[in-house]
């Protein structure tokens, strides 16, 4: 089997198996997946199903055909840096639901554990590195055909995501919490409010913005529950539903966005690191980098600026980050 072959069917893919069973979400996963623990020839693997009739954020991201799938066809994945474990051995269709079914290793003894403590700074520091290295090696990556198109990430985590997703029997509480906590952050900084709400209900001026700046390869969602680290240093980089050609900097603005709570270090002190490790890796910075950053954050806070309404200090931390650059594209 090629790392782009794709099993007609789960139970092909499953011919080894000698045990099956269903698996209990652990708080971190927010998507609508259902999953599977499996054992092939005394290994232990976890089977995820995708697809966008089972996953609220399949249908909120425009995601029909399944973007880690198209990833692994593309043979994207086989590409990433040695320094990144996707983790996934196989991919199925599952013909009868319409579903698609990946195969990955066990990793979880090795996952960042679910909670509130901040993670170690040497280990912070290292998915900043592997970050910047996954970046460098997608370098002007020219082709997000069948990923996440730029602006579908800004319209995704919205009140009409909350709405349309009232009316489903999904249980999933992202969705279930939108409506209220936007309506809270207008509220609390209304005409933050006002300027995410516009960009969210047509993010092309933000889009337009980052197009012409460079881009690579993003993950799209490199939070700590995706996130861990094997014994020999490598990071395990999990759940590619955010796939697609962006500025490098909107996996860093997301990074800072979701992970806010746990990260040992200011948020300065943060971006410089990921910065001093692209520039290690070759990428000369200087021309594009404030500007990128600048939109990227407003970006970030276009997606998650929601939840940040029950912390007074950060809310203006992104407040004072992202009003001017705002005010300037959208008042211009």
Avoid at 47 to 57: E, F, N, T
Avoid at 78 to 104: C, E, F, K, N, S
């Amino acid at each position: 089997m090629t790392d782009t072959t794709v099993f007609p069917t789960v139970e092909l893919m499953l011919a080894r198996a000698s045990h099956r069973e269903e698996m209990e979400k652990n708080r971190d996963s927010l998507s609508g997946s259902a999953f599977e623990r499996v054992v092939i020839d005394g290994e232990p693997y976890v089977l995820k199903y995708l697809g966008y009739q089972i996953d609220w954020l399949a249908r909120a991201l425009g995601d029909r055909d399944c973007f880690a799938r198209t990833m692994w066809q593309r043979g994207l994945l086989g590409q990433l840096p040695a320094d990144i474990d996707h983790t996934i051995a196989a991919v199925a269709d599952d013909p009868g639901t319409g579903r698609v079914a990946l195969l990955l290793r066990d990793v979880g003894p090795h996952l960042v554990p679910p909670g509130n403590e901040r993670i170690g700074q040497e280990q912070h520091r290292t998915f900043l590195d592997h970050m910047a290295r996954m970046h460098a090696a997608f370098w002007e990556f020219p082709d997000g055909s069948g990923l996440l198109p730029p602006g579908n990430r800004y319209i995704a985590l919205t009140p009409g995501t909350g709405m349309r997703e009232a009316v489903t029997a999904s249980a999933d509480p992202v969705p279930r919490m939108l409506v209220a906590r936007w309506a809270a952050l207008a509220e609390a900084a209304p005409q933050l409010h006002d300027y995410a709400a516009r960009i969210a209900h047509d993010p092309a001026p933000l889009v337009s913005v980052l197009e012409r700046m460079p881009a690579t390869l993003v993950h799209g969602d490199w939070k700590l529950g995706n996130l861990g680290s094997h014994p020999d240093g490598r990071t395990i980089l999990l759940d590619w539903g955010w796939p697609g050609r962006a500025a490098p900097l909107v996996d860093l603005g997301w990074y800072l966005a979701v992970n806010c709570d746990r990260i040992p270090e200011s948020k300065e002190d943060t971006i410089a690191a990921y910065r001093n490790s692209l520039e290690r890796l070759g990428i000369h910075t200087e021309p594009w980098w404030h500007e990128q950053l600048g939109v990227a954050l407003l970006g970030a806070f276009v997606q998650l600026g929601w939840s940040k309404t029950r912390d007074a200090a950060e809310l203006e931390w992104w407040e004072r980050q992202v009003t001017p650059v705002a005010r300037k594209l959208l008042e211009a």
